[in-house]
């Protein structure tokens, strides 16, 4: 195994903080993975990783050495990709993760396209309404929708998505149309959608003409992922507040209702996390622009 090659290894190793999770990304059995940092650190004469039965950790000269072969990886990178400026000549895996409503609903249908033009470029697709360590779980860029806290990655904004209220037909044979707030208030049907269970929903989320504001409804089903979340409310167990987007086809199918248009939720803008400009490979760039372009669709 030439050093580039095991430095590659090392990198995925540091980052995922496991001989087998890297060995899995990288599609190599863990023997080998192991066998590549063993080979580095006989060549370096030092340790560059603790490892217990349950962790992997790097030594203070690991550290040092991993942030050197992220550079001179990316270096490398950039420099190859002076000279393939043709689809064929981009190859390599992109590993990325973005929610559930977007790879099925905008991303897969239209993934054949890209790879015919890029026939030797690999996808793992991750999707998950949880929010991934993009670094530590290995992810070349990352599609998340909402407000972005301050975690230092590379932020590329794709543009806003507009929310909507939403109900069944059938929701609305029951409990009719509500017109304004008040009436809103009576309706005690509300899907609640959290990130983790037994966490408290805020509400639902209006414009009440200055400012964004939370009307407390109740509601008989929590879920805590998108597809749950349309589920129900197709099933009409309620109203529920989410990207236009993801709702076309329900809307144009007659199986859902847009309600109450002038008390939209606030706008959740999408973007494209990455770690490092100096780390983006050619193939990751030009996936990256491809999905920019979906979304100018979608957004």
Request: proline letters at 5%.
């Amino acid at each position: 195994m030439d050093r580039v090659e095991a430095m590659n290894i090392f990198v995925r190793v540091a980052e995922l903080a496991s001989f087998t999770r890297a060995g899995d990304s990288l599609g190599l059995p863990k023997a080998s993975v192991s066998g590549a940092v063993q080979q580095l650190e006989t060549q370096l004469g030092t340790r560059l990783l603790h490892r217990t039965t349950r962790k992997v950790q790097l030594t203070q000269d690991g550290q040092i050495f991993y942030e050197r072969c992220k550079d001179l990886l990316a270096d490398m990178d950039e420099l190859e990709s002076l000279f393939q400026q043709t689809p064929a000549h981009i190859s390599g895996r992109i590993r990325i993760d973005m929610p559930t409503a977007m790879a099925r609903n905008l991303v897969i249908p239209r993934l054949p396209d890209f790879l015919a033009s890029y026939p030797a470029v690999e996808i793992e697709l991750s999707s998950t309404d949880r929010r991934v360590d993009l670094v530590r779980e290995g992810f070349d860029c990352v599609v998340r929708v909402g407000q972005l806290a301050d975690s230092g990655l590379i932020a590329r904004p794709l543009g806003q998505l507009r929310i909507i209220n939403c109900v069944s037909p059938g929701y609305l044979e029951k409990f009719g149309e509500p017109q304004t707030l008040e009436e809103l208030a009576e309706h005690h049907w509300l899907v609640h959608y959290v990130l983790t269970l037994g966490a408290k929903s805020s509400g639902w989320e209006y414009w009440d003409g200055q400012s964004y504001r939370n009307l407390p409804m109740n509601g008989p089903v929590t879920v805590n992922n998108a597809d749950a979340y349309t589920q129900a409310c197709l099933a009409g167990l309620g109203i529920i507040q989410a990207p236009e987007a993801g709702l076309r086809q329900y809307i144009e199918k007659g199986q859902l209702v847009e309600i109450l248009k002038n008390f939209a939720a606030e706008p959740m803008p999408i973007s494209l996390i990455y770690p490092n400009r100096r780390n983006l490979s050619k193939r990751v760039q030009v996936f990256m622009d491809w999905v920019a372009g979906l979304v100018k669709d979608y957004a």
